[in-house]
C-alpha cells in the first residue's frame, strides 16, 4: 500500500471520527436545567423554577 493511500485513509477515518463527536456534541441539551453545572441546584429543587413574568421585569 503506498504511503498517500495510508495518508488518505488516516484523514477520513480521522474526519469520521470527528463528525461522530460533533453529532453526539449536538444531541446534548442546551438548556440550562440540563446543564452539569446546576447539578447540585436540581438536586436540592428538583422541579424547574417557573419563569419570570416579563412583565415583572424591574422587581422579580
Known sequence: ???E???VAGYV???LVVAGLLELYGRHSTS???????TG???AAPE???PA???DWPHS
Not at 440550562?32 to 446546576?38: I, Y
Request: hydrophobic content about 50%; glycine content about 0%; cysteine-free.
Open 53 to 55: 413574568d416579563p412583565t
Open 13 to 15: 477515518l480521522a474526519l
Open 41 to 43: 441546584y436540581r438536586r
Open 1 to 3: 500500500m503506498s504511503s
Open 5 to 7: 493511500a495510508v495518508f
Open 48 to 50: 424547574a423554577p417557573e
Open 32 to 38: 440550562a436545567w440540563a446543564s452539569r453545572v446546576f
